[in-house]
Each structure stands twice: as structure tokens, then as C-alpha cells.
């Protein structure tokens, strides 16, 4: 049985939370905080999701920090995921690049919108207020849940 892990830093809202707790579920996977992983530990998973609130147009610290501690893999498939105030998919293009380095195969990518307050968003109250919303849940449940069966 394929054994799964989501990996995940959420700071301000709990947004990239949320979603990472929706993903786990829906494919039974572990669930762990970027600053907890064990490098070791990660031997144990064949599929393992990366994901992360965006700040200042980034990934969050621990998540870069992470990607760049990993050793190269051959037999590993990732995807990334992350929220943002403005939701693009972009935001992940380089940790797919650090993974795909990393010899990972990467098998999906996500984005949605969440609540945001970083920066000059604060000023005006944060933008994308109130989301992920359910139907950005479902569609991070149905984005797993759609390739966890070819992975």
C-alpha cells in the first residue's frame, strides 16, 4: 500500500491548515508541520505533499529550508499545494523545481485562494476574506483524491 504524507507551514489564518487537513484525510495520509519532519523519517513515504501559505510572492521559509535539506530520491512522487491571496498556481513552480532536482516525480499542483494580511494587504483589511471556502476544500479533496489513483 502506498504509504502518504503531507508536509505543510501555515502561519497567519490557518489557511494552507485547512487545506492540508482536507488532502490528509481524504487519501489517509500522515500530516506533519514542515518544522517537525524528520529527513530520515520521509525513506518511510513513496508519495509526499509539500505545501504552503505564500508570503511576498514565496513559499514559506521552513518549506525552502526543507526542500533544500532533502537528499536526492528515485523513487519518490510529490505534489505541491499552497494559498494565497491571490491563489496562483506560479507560486509553485519553484518548489516543483527544488523537488524535481531532488529526483522526485512530481505528480500534481494546486492552488487556492486564502485570507490574506501579509504586507500592504493588512492596510486594506486582507484580500480573499473568508476563504478557502468549502468549495476550495472540495476541490483540494478532489484534486488528491484524482491522482491518488495512477500515484
Known sequence: MLKKLII???KHHGNTEKVAK???ESINADIMRAGDVVINALDA???IGFGSGIYGGRMDKSIIELLDKLPAYSDK???VFSTSGIGKDEYNDSAKQKLQE???EIIGSFACKGYDTFGPFKLVGGIAKGRPDD???QKAKNFVLEFIKYA
Open 22 to 24: 482536507a488532502m490528509a
Open 8 to 10: 505543510y507551514s501555515s
Open 102 to 104: 531532488k529526483g522526485f
Open 45 to 47: 513515504y513513496q508519495l
Open 77 to 79: 512522487k510529490a505534489f
Open 135 to 137: 468549495d476550495d476544500i
